[in-house]
């Protein structure tokens, strides 16, 4: 994987990870062209080499390598100030991040237990997770993905509780959110903000497991809010193949 030195904006990512959608959204919502290379399921063990982290997203701009959904939403902020997703209101910005990092460390478990732990929908995501592998990993994927998302959540913790009460857990979450968002349309004040983007970015995978669909369209204010955002924020390009597919090693 290349630094690129033509000033291009590239993203390296997992196209069902919740931190890649939320990255894609902020690119799409700040109107910034970027290309895409999808990081196969095989590959992942590699990521070491191309972030401390050793995890996706990964931003390239330019010459200049970022990684951390966090750190390069804030440094797309700095470099493309309009439209603006983080308020310059003292308060309103501590908000914005709080439930930024709300979503990313307790919304993001719910997804991946829900998606990937849970016998109802974890044979079909790990396939998706996988379409882009080798016959052979796609046939593990079904058998290895919820086993390594296990150990994940386990270590965690939501992993440990029973079904029924990762449910009251998430119910509870679901109602203060749609409080929250109920009251101006938006997690924080009256406008669209990282937080909304970060919120919806995991609420749309919980949205994919059959349980947590079934939540959030019990709450319509909540769907409704969901459906904003992701009009606002959601490339069309994202349903489409994509063009560039690189071997990260
Ligand atoms: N805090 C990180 C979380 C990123 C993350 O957990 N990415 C997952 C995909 S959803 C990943 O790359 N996992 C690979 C691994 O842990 O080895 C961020 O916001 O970017």
């Known amino acids: 994987m290349k630094v690129n030195t033509r000033g291009e904006i590239v993203l390296t990512q997992m196209e069902i990870s919740p931190f890649c959608d939320k990255v894609r959204r902020v690119l799409h919502y700040k109107g910034l062209n970027y290309s895409t290379r999808e ?69 993001y478990f719910f997804e991946m237990t829900m998606r990937f732990a849970w016998p109802d929908d974890r044979a079909r995501w790990s396939l998706e997770l996988a379409k882009r592998d080798l016959p052979a990993v796609r046939m593990l994927a079904p058998f290895l993905v919820p086993r390594l998302t296990r150990k994940i959540v386990d270590f965690q913790g939501l992993g440990r509780k029973s079904r029924a009460h990762v449910l009251r857990d998430l119910n509870r979450l679901l109602d203060s959110l749609t409080v929250r968002v109920a009251d101006t349309g938006y997690c924080v004040g009256h406008t669209i903000t990282l937080a909304d983007i970060s919120v919806a970015a995991q609420i749309h995978c919980i949205n994919g497991s059959t349980e947590g669909a079934a939540a959030i369209n019990a709450r319509p204010d909540l769907a409704a809010w969901k459906k904003r955002i992701d009009d606002a924020t959601m490339p069309q390009a994202r349903h489409a193949p994509h063009d560039t597919v690189v071997d990260p090693r």
């Not at 990521?47 to 997203?57: C, F, Q």
């Not at 931003?59 to 797309?76: P, Q, V």
């Not at 209101?89 to 990092?101: C, P, Q, Y």
């Open 39 to 107: 990081v196969k399921v095989a590959e992942i063990s590699f990521l070491k080499r191309h972030a401390p982290t050793g995890k996706v997203p990964i931003l390239d701009y330019g010459e200049r390598r970022i990684w951390d959904s966090t750190d390069i939403c804030l440094a797309l902020e700095d470099l493309h100030p309009m439209p603006a997703l983080i308020p310059s209101d003292k308060r309103a910005r501590a908000d914005v991040m709080l439930i930024e990092d709300w979503a990313d460390e307790t919304l």
